[in-house]
């Protein structure tokens, strides 16, 4: 345990803040000419490309309902928020701009991100069901303890891919069924179950002390 806080506590140091990550994002379209990508970097540059439309469109239209201003409101010890990611995957393109939104609710909550590809070793700390599934969010209190975990997607847009999966859709065909749903959910989703392992670890954290 002691030396996966070492890990987390050196990777938090060189983690990007959210805005430098979607500068990073950006300059990974704006300074590339796509006629001289091979046909996997261009596919790559692609995703990127539209994930910067989705974190735009998301950043216009969500906002954060009064059930979870209230209860992020309540957060009164310092948190971290670590998320690994990278700016290709369509998932985070369509939750990082709620966790973002969120994180900002209350000064004592710290977003941090860090790209996962590049830290293969914090990612499999956090693997879900065996694979280096993203975005993952992993919630610290100040002594890097554990607090919840989240990701890579709403429980919803889970059951959603595994049905479409069962229908033997094509890859195409189920991310735009994915991202249609993730446009009409609006966020609101991600939100939810955030919120709900927040208001869980308060009031764990509050029977806590009063059994101290």
């Known amino acids: ?3 996966n806080k070492n ?14 990550f979607k500068q990073l994002s950006e300059r990974n379209v704006k300074s590339v000419n ?26 216009k239209l969500y906002k954060p309902t009064d059930k979870a201003l209230s209860l992020i409101q309540k957060i009164s010890s310092p948190q971290t928020w670590l998320v690994i990611t990278e700016d290709w995957c369509g998932d985070s393109a369509q939750t990082l ?5 969120l ?13 996962r590809d590049s830290n293969l070793d914090l990612m499999d700390l956090y693997l879900t069901h065996g694979k280096r599934s993203i975005p993952k969010l ?3 209190d100040n002594e890097l303890n554990e607090i919840f975990q989240w990701g890579p997607r709403p429980q919803p847009a889970k059951l959603l891919v595994d049905e479409l999966n069962k229908q033997d859709l094509n890859k195409q065909e189920i991310i735009k069924q994915l991202h249609l749903w993730y446009a009409k959910d609006g966020g609101y989703s991600t939100e939810s179950e955030i919120i709900d392992l927040i208001n869980k ?3 764990l ?8």
């Open 1 to 3: 345990m002691t030396d």
């Open 7 to 20: 890990l987390i506590r050196k990777k938090l140091h060189n983690a990007l803040s959210y805005s430098q």
């Open 34 to 59: 796509p006629e001289f990508l091979n046909e996997a970097e261009k596919a790559y540059y692609d995703y990127r490309k539209v994930n910067l439309a989705r974190v735009s469109r998301l950043e």
């Open 97 to 101: 701009p709620v966790i973002a939104s």
């Open 103 to 115: 994180s900002e609710v209350n000064n004592k909550v710290n977003l941090k991100i860090v790209l």
């Open 138 to 140: 992993i919630a610290f």
């Open 201 to 203: 670890s308060i009031k």
């Open 205 to 212: 954290n509050n029977s806590q002390q009063i059994n101290s």
